[in-house]
């Protein structure tokens, strides 16, 4: 090639279609992450973010995380609020904080109804006045 002509071209690299992510779709992926991650949902929601559904790369994670320490209150809450909004408004972060914190009360509730008859019944009536909780609460 002589020293005088002009540089080749070189095609851009493609980059991957993103499609943002759906209301249901931000519901359902925090929900799942809020069921598997009993104590820690961190681990499950990197997993599954930048993982699974390469919705971020890692350093947008882990930048994104980094604001959730500045704001006040829990911080993967703040995650799925932070990450609900940027790709869907308002609405997705409804969705995405609701598929978080939703399942879990659901199963909380389910099981306070269940200790509530049990407690009742009489086979489990005289272990719950021997349980140390029970007893703290006289």
């Known amino acids: 090639m002589p020293p005088d002509s002009p540089p080749a071209a070189v095609p851009a690299p493609e980059l991957p279609k993103f499609s943002p992510p759906g209301l249901i779709a931000l519901f359902v992926a925090f929900a799942k992450m809020s069921l598997a991650g009993f104590g820690g949902v961190l681990v499950f929601a990197r997993r599954g973010i930048v993982d699974q559904h390469q919705w971020m790369t890692a350093d947008e994670f882990n930048e994104t995380y980094a ?40 199963v909380v509730t389910i099981l306070a109804a269940l200790y509530s008859r049990l407690a009742k019944s009489m086979r489990c009536g005289a272990f719950w006045p021997a349980c140390p909780a029970q007893r703290s609460a006289c």
């Open 67 to 106: 604001l959730c320490h500045f704001l006040p209150g829990p911080n993967v809450v703040n995650l799925s609020v932070v990450f609900g909004s940027r790709f869907r408004g308002i609405p997705g972060g409804i969705a995405a904080f609701a598929g978080l914190l939703g399942p879990p009360i659901v």
